[in-house]
């Protein structure tokens, strides 16, 4: 059964671990990743990834890209995004701390954030907006 709007916004908003999928050229299946994302119901989603990477370089050429996310339990649901990027920027300090709050206990945090800084390299923010979806809620098995 597919999911209404807030339903799956709300299920967006959770802190799932994503599958980004992008673009990966002409004789090629898409990329398709793990990452950590940002989304509040009714905005636009971020992610955050290296300045100049291999995932940024294929999602500023194709200019969009699309976010899978799942669970098993209680039900086996799924939200499935994509939209174009709408942003850009340098990623910053603060950005890095809301995004590791997200996923990392709360005493983990700093720690991951301040190793994260000073050894992952320069970091961008892409800004998606959600454009088309597609959703389920399958039940239990």
């Not at 709408?86 to 995004?99: F, G, H, M, S």
């Not at 700093?110 to 399958?138: C, I």
Request: proline share 6%; glycine share 8%.
């Amino acid at each position: 059964m597919a999911l209404t709007r807030a339903q799956r916004e709300q299920f967006l908003a959770e802190p799932h671990i994503a599958a980004l999928a992008v673009d990966a050229g002409e004789g090629r299946a898409p990329l398709t990743v793990p990452i950590w994302y940002q989304y509040a119901p009714g905005g636009d989603l971020w992610i955050m990834t290296g300045d100049g990477s291999r995932k940024h370089r294929l999602i500023e050429t194709a200019g969009r890209f699309s976010l899978l996310v799942e669970r098993v339990e209680p039900t086996i649901r799924y939200v499935s995004v994509e939209g174009p990027v709408v942003d850009t920027r340098p990623a910053t300090l603060e950005d890095l701390q809301e995004i590791s709050a997200r996923y990392l206990p709360a005493g983990k945090v700093d720690g991951y954030v301040d190793f994260a800084w000073k050894n992952h390299g320069a970091q961008v923010v892409v800004r998606m907006r959600p454009e088309r979806w597609l959703t389920s809620d399958l039940g239990t098995v």
